[in-house]
């Protein structure tokens, strides 16, 4: 069984911000580590940015919020998205 953690940020709340996904992790360190997106997306075309979208890291909440058999470490299960 793997974690699922909430997470969530309140520094970017503009347009074109995340501010929450749920994700599944090994760890509370490795969830608040994540991004709300897939980060082969991130790197691939460049169009998103941590700073600017998301969060630092040390910004990021993070919410226990259950187990799961279905998903893997790493994989962003839903995220919350506010387009412009």
């Given at each position: 069984?793997?974690?699922?953690?909430?997470?969530?940020?309140?520094?970017?709340?503009?347009?074109?911000?995340?501010?929450?996904?749920?994700?599944?992790?090994?760890?509370?360190?490795?969830?608040?580590?994540?991004?709300?997106?897939?980060?082969?997306?991130h790197?691939?075309h460049?169009?998103?940015?941590?700073?600017?979208?998301?969060?630092?890291?040390?910004?990021?909440?993070?919410?226990?919020?259950?187990?799961?058999?279905?998903?893997?470490?790493?994989?962003?299960?839903?995220?919350?998205?506010?387009?412009?």
């Open positions: 069984m793997y974690k699922l953690f909430l997470i969530s940020q309140d520094v970017n709340t503009g347009y074109e911000t995340y501010d929450s996904a749920v994700v599944c992790a090994t760890s509370k360190k490795k969830a608040q580590a994540m991004f709300p997106f897939e980060e082969t997306l790197y691939k460049n169009d998103y940015s941590r700073e600017e979208d998301w969060a630092p890291t040390e910004d990021v909440k993070v919410k226990f919020i259950g187990t799961t058999d279905k998903y893997k470490p790493g994989d962003v299960i839903i995220a919350s998205y506010n387009a412009g």
